[in-house]
């Protein structure tokens, strides 16, 4: 059943699981730009904490060093030693579909053999469709809707929904492996990519968790409410135009953004909101260059950050 079961203890709703449920997977720790990925999890299991299918073994897959635990002092006592977690739930979704849920840290040990379980839990759960998502920093506006890239072996829901088609090499996942074996298999897996304004990408972007929402609610075929996301965003919008309202710099950079953007998509199927009027990429030089600007801009005195 499991390659190794001391990475895995089994939980109380492991024989619960019907079959054919979908799973959905959310890893954080790896360019979380917007913290979308740990926002996503935390709408998820504040709509239903589910119950624990299967759960890994940090001492196994994760480096302390990199996620240290966290403790609670209460006077002079520790009162509380919380590790971080890494778990397999059953969920229902806002109609009361059951769904599964992959979620907690990246492991950052032992991936062949965690992708090895993940594929025998898959077998043996006889998932139906597998969905998960990262998010990366990119030249696009927060003034324009939240876009996704998409990979994997969907072909109409990446049509419809996919931004962006490349050919690059970058720098993996854990769930890469997981995507890149399913794919082989031809069991239906897509990843989501959520695009977030650059110059955002170390703040807590609410629109950034929604796409991720509804992204995961289109490909796995479940209801997830983001009411409560979208009153975030209005706060969050507000507070960064008022500051963007201070920084003519700025404000410069996303009309430029707002023109390539919107010159680019107007008119076309594909969207893609960070190529220019010739569909060309900008290089990694010129994003550098546009970001130390505006980094430059918030370092002068006087300037509000």
Do not use: C
């Not at 997977?25 to 790896?30: D, K, Q």
Request: hydrophobic share 40%; charged share 25%; net charge negative.
């Amino acid at each position: 059943m499991l390659s190794d079961p001391a990475m895995y203890r089994v939980g109380e709703a492991w024989h619960a699981v019907p079959q054919g449920l979908p799973l959905v997977a959310l890893l954080s720790g790896y360019r979380d730009a917007g913290q979308t990925v740990r926002q996503g999890i935390e709408a998820l299991l504040s709509q239903d904490e589910g119950r624990v299918v299967a759960e890994f073994d940090p001492d196994l897959l994760l480096d302390y060093r990199a996620r240290r635990p966290v403790v609670k002092l209460d006077g002079n006592e520790v009162t509380e030693y919380r590790v971080p977690r890494l778990d397999l739930r059953l969920l229902s979704d806002s109609l009361g579909q059951p769904f599964l849920l992959l979620s907690g840290f990246e492991p950052d040990f032992r991936w062949e053999r965690f992708t090895l379980d993940l594929l025998r839990l898959h077998e043996h759960f006889g998932v139906s469709t597998t969905t998960w998502a990262h998010s990366i920093p990119m030249p696009v506006p927060h003034t324009r809707p939240s876009r996704l890239a998409v990979t994997g072996n969907r072909p109409d829901f990446i049509d419809n929904n996919s931004v962006w088609r490349t050919n690059v090499e970058v720098p993996a996942h854990a769930l890469h492996e997981l995507e890149f074996e399913l794919t082989s298999r031809s069991e239906p897996v897509v990843d989501l990519v959520v695009l977030i304004p650059h110059y955002l990408a170390d703040s807590a972007v609410p629109a950034g968790a929604m796409k991720l929402l509804e992204g995961i609610g289109s490909a796995a075929g479940i209801m997830i409410d983001t009411e409560s996301l979208r009153e975030r965003d209005r706060v969050f919008l507000t507070d960064v135009d008022a500051q963007i309202a201070e920084n003519e710099e700025m404000q410069r950079l996303i009309r430029a953004f707002e023109a390539q953007y919107d010159g680019v998509v107007r008119g076309t199927p594909q969207e893609n909101p960070f190529a220019d009027a010739d569909g060309e990429m900008p290089s990694a030089d010129e994003i550098a260059d546009e970001l130390e600007r505006y980094l430059s801009a918030r370092r002068r005195p006087g300037e509000n950050s």
